[in-house]
């Protein structure tokens, strides 16, 4: 049986396949269309998942869409309705934006793909992040908690998901909190207030919070009040977001916490302006966590079980994972690799195929390697005729080709594979380097990423070796699979991890176990053996901007053009001429193994 799941018209459009309920293709849209958080109907995606399955849309069996686009219309117009006529201005808006595509959603796949009508199905949203967290993890029975901005109206749930022994899958959402109250909504207000943009830079707050103190965090639960039952309740009057699609915050808000940051202004933490941002960062976060940790806590006494699934948006803040994991009492905590909307795609697939079509349980293969593999006679071809150093190696000598260059303080661009479904480079499409120096960090910022000097890299270290590095609690291994969780460096290691240790000690640590990725597994111990730390610093393969890259051409395409020394792809290695645009090769190595090597590091 053949099962498209699609997510689209939000923001990070998406396509998933399944075959005899196995996930076979997954890839957002934004890394074929080369439009970052492309929210278009996915034709690009979906067009993949079936060529590279090898199908036609006839033969599809179902094709699902994440929510159910007519109560999403129902909250877009109850919510404006209710806020009139202080919405007035943005009712148009709203309207156009629900009508143009959005509630005929139906009618947009069925001429899209040409099935017919009746194979087109509908989960919630809240169902999608459901199954997306619980169906692909490795458990058979867990509590499950979903939580982002917001769907149709659900913004958080609670419940459970059970795989059973004779095939059946349960999944059980118990209770939801609806909008406008909203942990997801909440934390993309202070983006906004904080300058950067929302639905896209929540992270950048988390990487700010760790420079400042939460002494703000009375002033936040002014704006969110616990309810009664356990949820909570946003106070309205501070924000304007369910009356209007231009502002998130109101007038009492700014009252409250002062003038918002201007977001042409950098962020200068030597000003007592910065600082308060920080502090503000800092704050929400904190509240943010707590409030999770008390959902989640709650969660475990009712339900009693060991392991949690936690999917949505909001699974993407890292700081607030680590301390769901080791304060609510769950043992092992899921967060899948694409918990966002466009992970929803395979939520929704893996939801219609399991609970409405009753198609029996199946493992999802413990990985995130779902998307268009690169092709590495295309980089050959593309290098040699544009003059580059081009050789090819057999798997080890490249391995240890790479190692060396690395060690060699040089910056390498990582293609291997598939590429990741979800946010996250998790090895196939990477930038690695040295982890050792600060120094590497703001040349990485200022040469390659183009960003703020406030937000961390991030390690990856064979899992044989993460607790020498990295304080994990039990089950934190678990959780820093996918990179969803933040967990404080050892102090010993600080120094000399100090590119990929953020400014309170912690890092977003990936730990890789050798199966899911075993080329970077390789040349992690490699670059062991030269150095004495088996840990790299690993960044998305991107530029500021654009989407990571997909396609060998486009991971050429950024070699070219910022200041990596050496591009990989499977076996071959493409090194930057002098004459290069891009920073010019340096010869000499400014790590000496033998420092390392020699003061007791191995
Ligand atoms: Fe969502």
Redesign the pocket.
Known sequence: MKVLGISAHYHDSAAALLVDGVPVAAVQEERLSRHKNDAAFPASAIEWCLNDAGIEAADLDAVVFYERSMLKFERILTCALRAFPRSWRSFPHAMKNALAEKVWVRGVISSHLEVPRDKILFAR??ES?AAAAFLAAPTKRAAILTA????EWATLTVGHGERRPDGRTDITLLREIRFPHSLGMLYSTFTAYLGFAVNEDEYKVMGLAAYGRPTMTELVRQVIRPAPDGAFALVPEYFEYQTTASRSYSSRFVELFGQPRNPYDPIDLDTTEGRRFADCAASVQRVLEDTLVEIARALHRETGLADLCFG??VALNGVANARVLAESGFERLFVPSAP??AG?ALGAALYADRIYLGNPDRDVPDHPFWGPVVNTADLARAAREDDQDVTELEDGPMIERIADELARDHVVGWMDGATEFGPRALGHRSILAAPHSADMRDRLNRDIKYREEFRPFAPVVPIEAADRYFDLPAGGARLARFMSGVFPVRPEWRARLAAVTHVDGSARVQVLEREMAPRLHALLEAYGRRTGIPVLLNTSFNLSGEPIVTRALEGYSSFRRCGIDVLAAGPIVVSKRAASPGRPLKESATWGSERLVGSGAV
């Open positions: 949203h809240h992040h982002d901005g917001v769907g949505g948006g966002g909307d929803c």
